[in-house]
């Protein structure tokens, strides 16, 4: 599964749009327009990017509560997403969920999910409702490495595994949970090691390679997709460039690993090898910079002229009927 | 031991023919009939296919539904109530069995943050169609993991939905509700009921979640209680009319949504209540029906309102022990006699 040069182009605008975003929810936490807890994807763009490209837009995503990089590459609006930061009525979630709760029912983005591991199962149910009903997507769950030490991940990963789910785990290695790296918080450093134990493919892939996980995942939603088949696990290697959420002291790690990392900047690989292939000069993607810079801030503007919930809509939705 | 006769007044809300049944012939029946009605609703828990469910509810279940409607699943809490909330937000409508709600305990993050926050937390856009059967009440000399009766914990949480019946008609016509709309429901049946028979409609019918019921009529007192304590309550009342005291027993059917105006009602009629639940005391049923009649029907009272609940302590294993922590009608009938 290779992309054709318009999707490389397109990938790396969706990527430079997270960047962007995530930049900008910086800013508006910091100046207090956004509360709560923020969790940024910067550093991780690349794996948001391969998902988009290696499902169908049907499939559906789950996450955990780092959700706006994968939000987007959904296909989610910005504009809706950062109202959903803000607070406002016209949010994915009209207000009610924050940056942590962004789904689109009918993208098939199920949301971010605050609790580490619990989506892991929902994960499961989406594909068994799936399997049931004889729908043959793909249910692609992504989470972060502290989550494969929670409860959650076992029960869930051996459920699907016992009743040959389609579902494609994919671990988000960024290195730490929190400030706690995989060394110290997982008895295997390896976490594919662990899914041997529930009899599942699984495979370590570089998460900063956009074209290796297109084609790696790409690969293995469709060998999930047959439901002979059964689940497959992937662990992919990243590194998250900025604090857990905001206000993280970092004490955990010194400056130098950080920029160590950096150099391994995904949006940056990216670029560089759409030129050396020829698919785009430096100027094109400038210009998609500035394209980005414009439609980030149109979000932001849309977000912020958005109206607030209404206070008696408090009660609405607690209860479907 | 038999039901006491006025249980059979219930019957007076369904029209037409009745049949006996047992609380676990009308909840297995329930199940039965809204599956054969509805392709989208499936089992999953552990020991309900090929072993035909440990309190033999899904007996027969397997070879007839087959094991894709009924799912043995492994022993894993979390990931049964996880799963079927995630299948029921992507279009079906799963029934997750706990074994007994002592296990909820290890699923409560999955019952409380996810079957009961996601239709909220989403802004509406998914609902979430799950009944999480269990079973509940100590009494069976089980020791103290596995005598507990925490229904109320999970009706503390605003967007689910907690059933707690006391009599086959109440059971079958709640869990036909539960299996029709569009809210999660902890429907949490009593173990030590399942035998008890009652009469219940030959035809389809519902019981709404959220209304309580008299079980029996009275002037003097009101008692209010749910699940096996109606029962209990039931022959206080017969034990206390025999001293010409007359007591109305309201069931209240549902802890959340909790019918307050039943209770209200009753009580500006007899001025004075008992609550008996089969939970400890701190920070119960008995405390929120205290604090409503207080807020609400205050200049209605002529006396506290009573508490009858389990010792504040371990559920014991030795017999005698065990039962003396437990409500039992002697002690209901001392609790109303005290305001009286
Ligand atoms: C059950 C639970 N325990 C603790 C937390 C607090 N917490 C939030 S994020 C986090 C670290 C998770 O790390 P990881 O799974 O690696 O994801 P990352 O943040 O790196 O994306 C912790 C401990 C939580 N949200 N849920
Ligand atoms: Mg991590």
């Known amino acids: ?167 494609v785990w994919i671990i988000e290695n960024n290195e730490y949970g929190m400030g706690t790296s995989v060394k110290r918080a997982s008895a295997v450093e390896e976490l594919t090691e662990k899914a041997r134990a529930y009899n599942m493919p699984a495979k370590r892939i570089d998460g900063n390679d956009l074209q290796g996980m297109v084609q790696e995942i790409g690969e293995a939603v469709e060998h999930v997709r047959d439901p002979e088949n059964g689940p497959v696990l992937f662990e992919a290697v990243t590194y998250r460039f900025r604090g857990h959420s905001m206000g993280d002291p970092e004490r955990y790690r010194t400056k130098e690993e950080i920029t160590e990392a950096q150099r391994r900047d995904p949006i940056f690989l990216w670029a560089e090898k759409l030129i050396e292939d020829g698919v785009a000069t430096q100027e094109a993607l400038d210009h998609i910079g500035t394209q980005v810079e414009e439609e980030v801030a149109a979000a932001v503007k849309f977000a912020k002229e958005s109206p607030l919930p209404e206070l008696e809509d408090l009660y609405d939705h607690v209860y479907a009927d | 031991m038999s039901m006491p006769t006025n249980v059979l007044d219930t019957v007076a809300h369904a029209t037409g023919q009745t049949e006996t049944k047992t609380y676990r012939e009308a909840i297995s029946d329930a199940l039965w009939e809204e599956m054969e009605r509805d392709e989208s609703i499936f089992i999953m828990g552990e020991e309900i296919g090929v072993w035909g469910g440990t309190y033999a509810v899904t007996r027969g279940f397997y070879d007839h539904f087959g094991p894709e409607r009924i799912r043995d699943t492994p022993i894993s809490e979390m990931a049964i109530v996880g799963a079927a909330v995630g299948a029921a937000m992507n279009g079906t409508r799963p029934v997750a069995e706990l074994m007994t709600i002592n296990f909820a305990f290890l699923a409560l993050d999955a019952i409380i943050n996810h079957a009961a926050k996601a239709h909220y937390m989403f802004g509406g856009q998914f609902t979430v169609p799950v009944v999480i059967r269990t079973t509940t009440g100590g009494g069976r000399q089980l020791g103290a993991t596995h005598s507990h009766s925490p229904e109320h914990i999970f009706a503390h949480f605003p967007g689910i939905q907690v059933a707690v019946p006391a009599s086959p008609f109440d059971a079958k016509g709640m869990l036909k509700t539960a299996l029709r709309r569009n809210n999660p429901v902890l429907f949490v049946e009593h173990s030590t009921l399942y035998q008890r028979r009652g009469p219940v409609p030959v035809d389809d019918y519902e019981v709404p979640i959220g209304l309580a019921d008299i079980k029996r009529e009275g002037t003097d007192v009101t008692i209010v209680s749910y699940s096996k304590m109606v029962e209990i309550s039931l022959k206080a009342a017969e034990q206390l009319e025999a001293e010409g005291i007359s007591s109305e027993v309201v069931d209240l059917r549902s802890l959340r949504p909790l019918d307050k105006d039943t209770v209200l009602e009753s009580f500006k009629k007899t001025n004075r209540c008992v609550v008996v639940e089969e939970a400890h005391q701190l920070y119960g049923v008995g405390s929120e029906i205290s604090a409503v009649i207080m807020e609400e029907a205050f200049d209605w009272m002529d006396a506290p309102v009573q508490r009858v609940s389990t010792a504040d302590a371990p559920l014991p294993y030795s017999a005698e022990l065990e039962q003396s922590a437990l409500a039992n009608p002697s002690k209901v009938v001392a609790a109303v006699k005290a305001i009286i």
């Open chain 1, 1 to 167: 599964m290779s992309l054709t040069p318009e999707q490389r182009l397109e990938a790396y605008h969706l990527m430079r749009t997270i960047r962007r975003f995530e930049e900008r929810c910086a800013e508006l936490y910091s100046a207090g327009d956004i509360g709560g807890f923020l969790h940024l994807y910067i550093g991780q763009e690349a794996l948001a990017a391969a998902v988009k490209y290696a499902t169908r837009p049907d499939d559906n995503v789950i996450t955990a509560y780092r959700d706006h990089g994968i939000a987007l590459a959904k296909g989610l609006e910005a504009g809706r997403l950062m109202a959903e930061m803000l607070g406002r009525t016209t949010g994915v979630s009209k207000g009610r969920g924050g940056s942590m709760h962004l789904a689109d029912v009918e993208k098939r983005m199920w949301g971010g999910w605050a609790i580490v591991g619990g989506h892991l199962p929902l994960a499961t149910g989406l594909a068994l409702a799936d399997d049931y009903n004889g729908d043959d997507r793909v249910t692609i769950c992504l989470m972060g490495d502290g989550s494969t030490n929670i409860g959650y991940f076992h029960e869930a990963l051996n459920m699907a595994g016992v009743w040959k789910l389609p579902v």
